[in-house]
């Protein structure tokens, strides 16, 4: 009976915290929470190496992210950024604009990759 009553609270817990992050709540605590991580690791590659330029940074940082996740190579994660500007020393972004910019790009593409975008 207590086996019975443990299974049921975590199946609860589970089925709770997928629709949370489903939620519009859930998916924007997710993304600050992505943009908070790109951004401490730009700063830390930042300090780690003061005369590298930030586009360079920022290559280096989507190119270890798209190695981590078969799905950035797969809906080509690094053109997109690419395409947006942030490995051109011309036009890349501040350090917070990138981290968003890279967060909201991997979040379409979790939702492409799961099906529910297209």
Sequence with gaps: MELFVIILTVVAAGAALVYFLSSS????????????TILNDIHAMR??????????????????????S?????FEYL????DAGCFD???AP???RCA??????????RLQ???MAK
Aim: proline share 6%; charged share 30%; glycine share 4%.
């Design 25 to 36: 709540r859930g998916m924007q605590l997710v993304r600050l929470k992505t943009v908070s």
């Design 47 to 68: 300090h780690a190496e003061p005369e590298t330029a930030l586009h360079d940074i920022y290559y280096a940082l989507a190119e270890e992210r798209t190695n981590k």
């Design 70 to 74: 078969q799905w950035l190579i797969e």
């Design 79 to 82: 053109p997109k950024l690419r």
């Design 89 to 91: 020393p011309r036009t």
């Design 94 to 96: 501040e350090p917070q």
């Design 100 to 109: 968003e910019l890279m967060a909201s790009i991997e979040e379409k593409i």
């Design 113 to 115: 990759a799961s099906g």
